[in-house]
Each structure stands twice: as C-alpha cells, then as structure tokens.
C-alpha cells in the first residue's frame, strides 16, 4: 500500500477553490502531532493488547471508529468518561500522522476481503459540501489501488462494478431495497463506506438491527454508537475491566418520548445537571444542558427543535439519553480555559482491532460558570464550521497542558480497544437493547 503523501494533499486543497469547492486542511494538526511519541503509545498499547488477546476479531462488525473522551480531577487523579463512541468514523483523518492515517484507510479497505467476486460494487459517500471531501478522494485512489476498480461518479455506469464516490444526495437518488437488500442503480451494492449513508436509506437500519444486513459495511455496529445509551450500556457491563484505566461509567437514563424525558429529567436535576442527548445526532446539535428546574422545559423543546430542523430524514431524536454532566476540567487553549476531550482512533488490521493515535478537541467558547452550550461543544466541524485552531494535537507539550502522562495516554488506546472489541463481540445484546 503506497505511502501517504502530504505535500500532494495540500496542493488538491489548494487547487480546490478553482474548482469551485474549497477544501480545508488540517495540517495544523497533523504537523504538530508527534510522530516518534504516537508511535511508542501505539507499540506499547498494541503489546499489551497481543499479550492478553484482548484486540482479536474475525467477523466484519467493525473497521474503523473512535472514541471521546472528557477528564474529570477526584482526589488529585484523573478519572475519564466515555463520552461518545463512533461506530463509523472516518472523517478527520488527515488530522492525524500519515503512520496512523495509512491505517485508518487500511482498516476501511479490508472491507474489501469478505465480498466474494471479482468485480464487486463499493459506494464511498461523503456529507454535502464537505470541506474534507479529499479524504474521500484519497480513500477512494487506495481502494482503485488495492482493487483495480475504476472510481466513477454516481451517474456513470456501473454495470461491470467500480468505486462510485459522491455525496449523500447524489447517491442516495440512485439506493433502494429489493427485497431488505440495498441496490445501487438496480446492481446489489457489496461494499458502503460511510455510516452517515447507511443511516439515510429509509427502513436500512431496522434491517441492520434484525442483522439482515447483506453487504459488508463500515461498519454495522453503527445502530449501537448512535445511541448514546446503547453505548453507556456497554460501559457500565464492562466497568471491572476498564476501571484498571480509571474509567468511570456515566449515570444515564434512556427515553422514549417527550414526556417521558421532561419526567425524567424533574426527578432527577435534584442529584446533579443533566445533559439531554438526541439518537442518531452529529455535531452537537440536540444536545443541551439543563441546570434547573425553571428552565428543563425550554431546553428540552429547543434540543428536540434543534435537531428535527437539521435531521428532518430522522424525524426525531428518540430514544432520547439523559446523563449526569461531567465536572470536566478544562485546558488553557486560545487565551481561555475551555473545556475539552479527546479522541482516540480504532481500526482494523487483518484480525486484529488496532488504536491509531487520536487528538483533544477544546470547545468553542471558555468554560464560565454562567453555562452556554458553546462552552461545552467540542466538534471540530458539524456545530459551527470546521474549526481547525481548537484541534489539540498529541505531543509532550499538549500533554502537560492537558495534564496527562504518557501512560494515561496509552491506556486511553488500549481502554477504546477494548471498548470497540467488546460492543463487537456483544453486538447482538446490545441489538436487542436498542430494540426493546
């Protein structure tokens, strides 16, 4: 598999706004990213993976995904809160070295070895207007590299197979289902890149839920990570295991209609402030914290508005998750202390789950005491833009800013290894979760 080249992606980058769809880069971030000090968390974290067979996988639930992060100070130690896991993450990673990077589409392209014919069709999608619409591009030139098929555009004809690249919309018009099975301008679709798509095809993911699946996906776990709650779940099952990296589950409580949250959340803001979470959401919208009593109703409708006005193709939100809100401690980023997370990435090598570095993301504004949902919103894009100055890249100096050692660090990797290893090998529990 050729090396990636970033002097090459900067010039597409800049060569884009000729084009008429100006690209972003984030080299920023990846520059600053410490290529020998990634590389040693990763060997140490992937020796202690081999050591306790803890990162072995033979199904095809799971090939790329990551896993954030808040830190909370009790008693002088920190304690991490698994904030959200991402079962099909595959945007941001230009952010990361090319070592990690290389992987990260090397875990997306093993899809590739459990279809069984040798002109298969592989969809690789990507949101509308999408400034980091290159790593698509670069994704889909490996997959034509590794496979001999030819990248086309949603309208170009497929009936030999191919790579077909577009976004959501310009896909979308051409997928239906036979018969539960996803079809692409009438030929059976063998691989989709992209849960963003899978989760847009009407009726898709019920099918995923019953595990009709039919194609190979990157990845079917999704349903799971979309749902806050499912996730928290998996956690809280797995409590005695990940503790030895000092994760603490989250209190949570999962909901299914209006009434049911507004009752939810009246009984318990006594204990501590909650953060209301919609299903299925990106970027932070829905997602709302609540204080007090006096304003828990305001909050809920303005979530529940929120996220119907960006998602119409979901409906709504539920089942909604409810959690205590994490006393996070903050870093001194852009000028301010902010409130921050960090993320780390999971994929796939042969048979075996592998983390691949990662990066801390600060939020939009400083962290007061008077709450604003800007001080709590890490997202780099989807909220409010793509943001690349809040990117917190993984070096030694970030780490002292962030407080961390090495060894925290390290655990993080092998704690999301875990994480993804476990949701995999229980994905039909935490089905059966989702559905009940």
């Given at each position: 598999?050729?090396?990636?080249?970033?002097?090459?992606?900067?010039?597409?980058?800049?060569?884009?706004?000729?084009?008429?769809?100006?690209?972003?880069?984030?080299?920023?971030?990846?520059?600053?990213?410490?290529?020998?000090?990634?590389?040693?968390?990763?060997?140490?974290?992937?020796?202690?993976?081999?050591?306790?067979?803890?990162?072995?996988?033979?199904?095809?639930?799971?090939?790329?995904?990551?896993?954030?992060?808040?830190?909370?100070?009790?008693?002088?130690?920190?304690?991490?809160?698994?904030?959200?896991?991402?079962?099909?993450?595959?945007?941001?990673?230009?952010?990361?070295?090319?070592?990690?990077?290389?992987?990260?589409?090397?875990?997306?392209?093993?899809?590739?070895?459990?279809?069984?014919?040798?002109?298969?069709?592989?969809?690789?999608?990507?949101?509308?207007?999408?400034?980091?619409?290159?790593?698509?591009?670069?994704?889909?030139?490996?997959?034509?590299?590794?496979?001999?098929?030819?990248?086309?555009?949603?309208?170009?004809?497929?009936?030999?197979?191919?790579?077909?690249?577009?976004?959501?919309?310009?896909?979308?018009?051409?997928?239906?289902?036979?018969?539960?099975?996803?079809?692409?301008?009438?030929?059976?679709?063998?691989?989709?890149?992209?849960?963003?798509?899978?989760?847009?095809?009407?009726?898709?993911?019920?099918?995923?839920?019953?595990?009709?699946?039919?194609?190979?996906?990157?990845?079917?776990?999704?349903?799971?990570?979309?749902?806050?709650?499912?996730?928290?779940?998996?956690?809280?099952?797995?409590?005695?295991?990940?503790?030895?990296?000092?994760?603490?589950?989250?209190?949570?409580?999962?909901?299914?209609?209006?009434?049911?949250?507004?009752?939810?959340?009246?009984?318990?803001?006594?204990?501590?402030?909650?953060?209301?979470?919609?299903?299925?959401?990106?970027?932070?919208?829905?997602?709302?914290?609540?204080?007090?009593?006096?304003?828990?109703?305001?909050?809920?409708?303005?979530?529940?508005?929120?996220?119907?006005?960006?998602?119409?193709?979901?409906?709504?939100?539920?089942?909604?998750?409810?959690?205590?809100?994490?006393?996070?401690?903050?870093?001194?980023?852009?000028?301010?202390?902010?409130?921050?997370?960090?993320?780390?990435?999971?994929?796939?090598l042969d048979e075996e789950l592998i983390p691949c570095g990662g990066l801390g993301r600060a939020a939009l504004a400083p962290k007061t005491e008077e709450y604003k949902k800007e001080s709590f919103v890490v997202n780099l894009s989807g909220y409010e833009g793509l943001d690349i100055n809040r990117g917190i890249p993984f070096n030694k100096d970030n780490f002292e800013k962030?407080?961390?050692?090495?060894?925290?660090?390290?655990?993080?990797?092998?704690?999301?290894?875990?994480?993804?290893?476990?949701?995999?090998?229980?994905?039909?529990?935490?089905?059966?979760?989702?559905?009940?």
């Amino acid at each position: 598999m050729k090396e990636i080249r970033p002097g090459k992606i900067e010039d597409i980058i800049n060569y884009s706004k000729f084009l008429g769809f100006k690209q972003i880069s984030v080299k920023e971030i990846r520059e600053k990213q410490d290529p020998n000090l990634i590389r040693k968390l990763y060997e140490d974290s992937v020796s202690y993976l081999r050591e306790n067979s803890k990162n072995k996988i033979s199904n095809d639930k799971f090939f790329l995904g990551s896993v954030d992060f808040m830190v909370e100070k009790k008693d002088e130690e920190n304690i991490f809160r698994v904030i959200e896991a991402n079962g099909g993450s595959s945007r941001g990673l230009s952010s990361l070295t090319p070592f990690c990077w290389k992987r990260c589409y090397k875990g997306l392209i093993s899809t590739i070895n459990f279809v069984q014919k040798p002109c298969p069709l592989v969809l690789i999608a990507y949101p509308k207007n999408d400034k980091l619409f290159y790593e698509k591009l670069i994704l889909s030139d490996y997959f034509s590299d590794e496979t001999g098929l030819e990248t086309k555009l949603p309208s170009e004809d497929i009936e030999k197979g191919g790579i077909v690249l577009g976004s959501y919309p310009n896909v979308l018009n051409y997928i239906e289902l036979k018969n539960g099975v996803p079809h692409f301008k009438g030929k059976k679709i063998d691989v989709m890149v992209g849960d963003g798509l899978a989760r847009r095809i009407p009726s898709y993911t019920e099918k995923i839920l019953e595990n009709e699946i039919n194609i190979t996906l990157a990845n079917p776990i999704y349903p799971i990570t979309d749902e806050k709650a499912s996730i928290y779940n998996v956690v809280k099952e797995n409590r005695d295991k990940l503790k030895e990296f000092n994760i603490e589950p989250l209190e949570f409580w999962r909901v299914h209609d209006k009434q049911e949250l507004i009752d939810i959340v009246e009984k318990n803001l006594d204990k501590s402030d909650l953060v209301i979470k919609p299903a299925r959401g990106s970027g932070g919208r829905g997602i709302e914290v609540i204080k007090n009593q006096k304003n828990a109703l305001s909050k809920i409708n303005k979530s529940l508005d929120e996220f119907s006005e960006e998602f119409s193709y979901k409906k709504e939100g539920f089942p909604y998750t409810i959690t205590e809100k994490v006393n996070s401690k903050p870093v001194y980023w852009l000028g301010s202390n902010r409130n921050f997370d960090l993320r780390i990435y999971v994929t796939r090598l042969d048979e075996e789950l592998i983390p691949c570095g990662g990066l801390g993301r600060a939020a939009l504004a400083p962290k007061t005491e008077e709450y604003k949902k800007e001080s709590f919103v890490v997202n780099l894009s989807g909220y409010e833009g793509l943001d690349i100055n809040r990117g917190i890249p993984f070096n030694k100096d970030n780490f002292e800013k962030l407080g961390l050692s090495e060894e925290e660090v390290t655990n993080l990797l092998k704690a999301s290894t875990i994480l993804f290893k476990k949701t995999v090998d229980n994905y039909k529990k935490s089905f059966n979760y989702i559905k009940d």
